[in-house]
Structures are given as structure tokens and as C-alpha cells.
């Protein structure tokens, strides 16, 4: 009797667990939300800090700094659970943006399951990456053109090329970790929390917001 008792408890605790987990967890969006939500990035775009008008009493000093027609944006946002990191990128010029991010593909197990195995990836835009309001840090480079296209091929070949997550070896700060170290950028650690990664990576890199990749 005390056996069964022990692991009768034993069962609903696991069952407390696993619920405690899959509440604190948020669904990707499917790839119908996430194209919806792509479209309305126009109106977005604009809103964004680093693309609002310098004031008149700054604008002389922001004229002298150099910035390129494109760009790569290392956002963090909020979530229910631990955050999630990703980019934007396009040309300064265009209010629409492309977004590259490592999520897992599914709902909620497959979250769960990603902390002990591998899970399939999304590499696309997830919910929430194009509302302003879940936005916690922000580290936006500018890019020439010539460099932009080797920055943009690389970020859409990683997608290509990375067909599973796990929340500690193949995770969303090491995707976005990846692409600034492709472009030359100083890299944190991935082992910490997508704001904290974001905010590190401006801070590791004085802030600089003109790139030039090295030759090939």
C-alpha cells in the first residue's frame, strides 16, 4: 500500500510539473500568423527607434556619422517563458523587413521536449517578433550593399541549414550569435537571457553601427 501511495504522489507531482512548464510556455505562431503578421511590418518598421528623425539640434553630428543602405537589427523580446532573440534585416530605405529567428517548430511539447533532445526548427518569423510593445533590447548595424549581400545570403543559408533546436546547444542567442560573428562583431556567451545577449553584444562592441566585412 505505501508503494502504491508512493507512487501514486510520485505520478501527480510529475503532473504538477508538466503543467507548471506548459503554462509558462507561448505557442509559435503558425506560418499563416507569422506571414500575416510579415505584412504588417511596414507600420512597424517606421516606429523603430533607430530609424525616427534625429532632432534639429543633433542632426549635424548624426549627418557626419556613417551608415550604410542596409541593415541587421539583433532584437530580443519578451515571452512567457525565457525570451526569444532574432533579427531584422533590409535596406533602410524600404519599410518592410525580413526576420530570421531559431524557434521550435509545434506547440508547446515540442518546447518541453527541446530542453532534452533536439526538435525540429522554425527559422522564420515567430509571434510577436514584429510587435513593438514585447520589445525588451535592440542593436541595429548598417551594412553597404556589397557586404549587406553576403550578410543576407549567410542569414538565409543558416535558416536552410539549421533543422533543429535545443534549448541548450542549438538555441535562438547562438543563431543570432552566429550571424554577428559572421560579421565581424565581438560575441557573448549564448548562455544567457536574449535581452541580456542583446544588450552585451552593443556593449562588447561600443555601439558601433557601421560593419565592413574583411575581404574574402
Not at 32 to 56: F, G, I, W, Y
Not at 101 to 130: K, M, N, Q, R, W
Request: overall charge positive; glycine content about 6%; aromatic content about 10%.
Amino acid at each position: 500500500m505505501t508503494n502504491k501511495a508512493n507512487r501514486s504522489g510520485s505520478c501527480i507531482l510529475a503532473g504538477f510539473a508538466l503543467a507548471a512548464m506548459l503554462s509558462c510556455m507561448t505557442p509559435s505562431a503558425s506560418a499563416h500568423e507569422a506571414n500575416k503578421r510579415v505584412a504588417d511590418a511596414s507600420a512597424l518598421a517606421t516606429t523603430d527607434t533607430a530609424s525616427r528623425p534625429a532632432p534639429q539640434s543633433t542632426r549635424r553630428s548624426v549627418a557626419r556619422a556613417e551608415k550604410g543602405p542596409y541593415y541587421v537589427d539583433f532584437r530580443a523580446r519578451t515571452a512567457a517563458s525565457w525570451g526569444h532573440a532574432f533579427v531584422w534585416y533590409g535596406k533602410t530605405s524600404e519599410k518592410a523587413v525580413e526576420v530570421a529567428g531559431l524557434t521550435p517548430a509545434g506547440d508547446t511539447l515540442a518546447y518541453v521536449l527541446g530542453h532534452i533532445t533536439f526538435v525540429p526548427s522554425e527559422t522564420g518569423a515567430s509571434y510577436g517578433d514584429l510587435d513593438p510593445e514585447y520589445l525588451t533590447a535592440s542593436y541595429r548595424v548598417y551594412l553597404n550593399e556589397a557586404d549587406a549581400k553576403r550578410v543576407f545570403a549567410h542569414i538565409r543559408e543558416l535558416q536552410a541549414n539549421t533543422p533543429v533546436w535545443n534549448a541548450e546547444t542549438m538555441n535562438c542567442t547562438g543563431f543570432i550569435g552566429e550571424i554577428a560573428e559572421f560579421m565581424g562583431l565581438k560575441v557573448p556567451h549564448r548562455w544567457q537571457r536574449p535581452e541580456n545577449f542583446v544588450n552585451r553584444l552593443k556593449e562588447m562592441n561600443g555601439g558601433r553601427q557601421m560593419v565592413r566585412l574583411s575581404a574574402e
